[in-house]
């Protein structure tokens, strides 16, 4: 097989299509993958509608998961037929200020998987072979895919907010669900928030042992320690900050978000503070998948073939997912 098979972006504001391209060889310190799962993540909507600004056309797609098919020249520590995990953070410079001091996800000249080089909605792809994972065993392919965006970025939001007994929830989607069972474990008491009438989510959050579910405009039935926003809607600040305690943090995970309203600067008083989160480290995947695996993290996954990645999108667009959206290519 000469060919590889993925789903295409040309333009922001159109659906992808599938492309037939022939396989690529991977370069020196690459690895190339047959892709077996590739998560959906609410960035990749964010590429769709032109919300962010990468590489077109692109093979969108940053939660892979496959084994590996060829190796670059120069590639040790891999060998033909390894199972591997592809983050966002497809490569950093290594050498700019933020790499220098262990800061890499703000690295200045970066490149992230499915936004500006082609990601896993393919049979397979090219990857950097620095910046994979090994996946824990525990985890069949599928169900791993989720921790490799949703998993990790929430997990590097989750260190942000602290040491936080009391942790809120905004957006209970596919990083909510993996968090909210992480933070259970270690004993925190988890609260979330959902949008009006999501009584689907808010049942699912209390199935996974939050204390508390209910509309993102309700107020909390306790005072929050911290409050991580996986919903990119701004107006939520202001609101996630009137339910935390003085000194509480509120974590903006996303990487697009509306704008953010005006709000009384005593509502931010009290050594309250609101920070983003941007990227990962692998830092960050190399101390998170093997404790989501010690955590005995089960990730909530809804399957569909790569050539349905457009009606996995719009599902994900309407909310209409427990968990998780992964898209598996046709095995050949
Ligand atoms: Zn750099
Ligand atoms: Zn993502």
Redesign the pocket.
């Known amino acids: 097989m000469d060919t590889m098979h993925a789903m295409q972006l040309d333009a922001p504001g159109t659906a992808l299509h599938p492309v037939e391209r022939p396989l690529p060889l991977p370069g020196p310190d690459e690895i190339r993958l047959a892709v077996s799962a590739c998560g959906v993540?609410?960035?990749?909507l964010h590429v769709l509608d032109g919300d962010i600004h990468g590489t077109v056309p692109i093979i969108p797609g940053?939660?892979i998961v496959g084994r590996v098919d060829a190796l670059g020249p120069g590639v040790s520590g891999l060998a033909l037929g390894d199972r591997v995990g592809v983050p966002?953070l497809g490569h950093s410079c290594g050498v700019c200020p933020y790499c220098a001091t262990g800061r890499e996800n703000l690295c200045d000249a970066p490149l992230f998987t499915g936004f500006t080089r082609d990601g896993g909605y393919a049979s397979h792809c090219i990857a950097d072979a620095h910046f994979c994972f090994p996946i824990p065993e525990s985890f069949d392919d599928v169900h791993a895919a989720p921790l490799l965006?949703?998993g990790l970025?929430g997990y590097r939001a989750y260190r942000l907010a602290g040491d936080a007994p009391v942790l809120g929830l905004y957006g209970f989607g596919a990083a909510a669900h993996i968090l909210a069972q992480l933070a259970i474990w270690q004993g925190r008491r988890v609260l979330a928030f959902t949008r009006e009438g999501d009584t689907q989510s808010q049942r699912f959050a209390r199935e996974l042992g939050c204390v508390w579910a209910g509309a993102s405009s309700d107020d909390p039935p306790e005072p929050l320690d911290a409050a991580i926003l996986f919903a990119p809607v701004g107006a939520l600040v202001p609101r996630a900050l009137k339910a935390v305690r003085k000194g509480g943090r509120v974590v903006c995970a996303g990487i697009h978000m509306s704008d953010i309203p005006s709000f009384p600067y005593a509502d931010l008083w009290e050594e309250r503070s609101i920070l983003s989160v941007a990227n990962l480290t692998r830092a960050d995947g190399e101390a998170f998948l093997p404790l989501a695996a010690q955590a005995g993290i089960r990730t909530s996954v809804t399957t569909l073939p790569l050539d349905q990645a457009n009606e996995a999108l719009d599902r994900l667009r309407r909310g209409d997912v427990d968990g998780a959206l992964v898209l598996v290519p046709p095995q050949r």
């Open positions: 993540c609410r960035t990749d940053h939660e966002w965006c949703a970025i």
